[in-house]
């Protein structure tokens, strides 16, 4: 059972929270709450998650070689140390048909070990098994997101059982409220009566506008639902996961975007891929007076990898290509509009210079979405 | 202002909570809900004891 996914999903948290405010009154003094988040978040894998075997060897892999390099080896093996950590998601990825090491939610587990082998150095004190554990299999989370960073997961874990109070508890079921509507609802309306009804293989300028927005939509509202559904369970657990859309249709150019959409994944790709890979161009010699290249390539390639992490089919590479050269072409013009004090916009009022940039902005991503679909006939 | 806010703040979650259950009621059939997990989540607290 998939978190989220089905009704009995549901009836089970329905015990399951509750026992934990029980736990809260009968255990208080005894056990300490990050024991029992853990625990509950094993208890889920164990008993109802598909291919549970795969996920605990998995996990035990990513723990074993994260203390490791954290703990034995040290930090001096870099890149190294990452691509160590990420080799069984990019296995599954490479679609080698081993099954054996796949199964669901793999990608996001892998970001987070990143995360604390990268950040080991804030990190080597607060590092314990039982929070690191709980962190890597935390139920809400456990399947798309949000990316949690492992302080500030930790940071919640130590303030112990008063995490579980009434405000948490209602803001956690407003949450779950507003993803039930997006997920179940609107995703659901999107998905049955727009884009069921349109042929995915159409070239008809209209068919390929319907599908575009269509799946806009739908993957907005089913991916926003799930982020709400995650967060607000999480808050009645306790933990306060972060927030992973923020109206991203209200944006006026790429970084902007990815400031609002997948927020956890932008701000994961941005600190352990964009500044590590800028950082190594910083020390190239002959890059040294070519800041906007250097700016370009690092965007570019965290774009690319993005869409590769997806999957390394032709649409999912394309896509995340497309949202890189977005990136590149704002960042140059940025760069340049600075550099040569540009008034492209000259006494235009703000209010349509913001409109514009909007109503171009969307269309953009709409279009990338529509590549990463796989229903756009050109490329798939 | 107060007022005004908790007005609309009722009105924001009637509405949300009408288009939900209309919604939920609508697009998913009532009869495929299942009990198997709860019943199988009562059942091993319950062998714990």
Redesign the interface.
């Known amino acids: 059972?998939l978190p989220f996914a089905n009704?009995?999903?549901y009836?089970?948290f329905?015990?399951?929270v509750p026992?934990l405010y029980l736990a809260k009154v009968l255990l208080k003094e005894r056990v300490p709450f990050a024991s029992v988040i853990m625990g509950l978040s094993l208890f889920y894998v164990v008993?109802?998650y598909p291919k549970p075997v795969q996920l605990l060897l998995f996990t035990l892999y990513e723990c074993l070689f994260t203390w490791l390099l954290l703990f034995r080896w040290k930090r001096s093996h870099g890149l190294l140390g990452s691509l160590l950590l990420a080799l069984p998601m990019v296995l599954v990825k490479l679609d080698w048909n081993i099954d054996v090491i796949g199964f669901a939610g793999i990608s996001y587990i892998t970001f987070r070990c990143i995360q604390v082998y990268l950040d080991g150095e804030l990190l080597r004190d607060k590092f314990r098994f039982i929070d690191f554990i709980g962190f890597l299999l935390f139920t809400p989370s456990l399947l798309v997101g949000p990316i949690d960073r492992y302080e500030r997961f930790k940071a919640d874990l130590d303030q112990g059982w008063s995490r579980l109070n009434k405000a948490a508890l209602l803001s956690g079921w407003e949450f779950l409220?507003?993803g039930?509507?997006h997920k179940?609802?609107?995703a659901?309306?999107a998905d049955?009566y727009w884009l069921s009804t349109v042929d995915a293989t159409s070239t008809a300028c209209a068919d390929m506008a319907a599908n575009m927005y269509g799946y806009a939509v739908y993957l907005y509202c089913d991916f926003a639902g799930y982020s709400l559904l995650a967060i607000g369970l999480g808050r009645m657990m306790g933990i306060e996961l972060p927030k992973n859309f923020d109206r991203p249709w209200l944006t006026q150019n790429p970084p902007e975007f990815w400031k609002r959409w997948h927020i956890s994944l932008g701000d994961w790709l941005r600190d352990y891929f964009f500044r590590p890979i800028y950082k190594s161009l910083s020390a190239v010699q002959r890059l040294r007076t070519w800041p906007l290249l250097k700016q370009n390539i690092a965007l570019f390639s965290t774009f690319l990898l993005m869409g590769c992490w997806n999957g390394l089919e032709v649409h999912y590479v394309v896509s995340g290509a497309l949202f890189g050269i977005y990136s590149v072409v704002y960042n140059t013009y940025q760069y340049k509009s600075r550099k040569h004090k540009w008034d492209l916009w000259g006494s235009t009022p703000t209010w349509a210079v913001k409109s514009i940039s909007i109503f171009v902005m969307a269309n953009l991503a709409c279009f990338a979405l529509y590549i990463f679909s796989g229903r756009f006939p050109y490329v798939h | 202002m107060k007022t005004d806010n908790r007005v609309f703040r009722i009105v924001k979650w009637t509405a949300?909570?009408v288009?939900?259950a209309l919604?939920?009621l609508w697009?998913?059939d009532p009869r495929?809900?299942?009990?198997?997990?709860?019943k199988?989540?009562?059942k091993?607290?319950y062998q714990q004891f």
């Open positions: 059972m009704i009995d999903f009836f089970l329905a015990l399951l026992a008993v109802y409220v507003l039930l509507l179940f609802v609107l659901e309306l049955r | 949300i909570y288009v939900l919604g939920l697009l998913h495929s809900i299942s009990m198997d997990a709860a199988s989540s009562v091993f607290v």
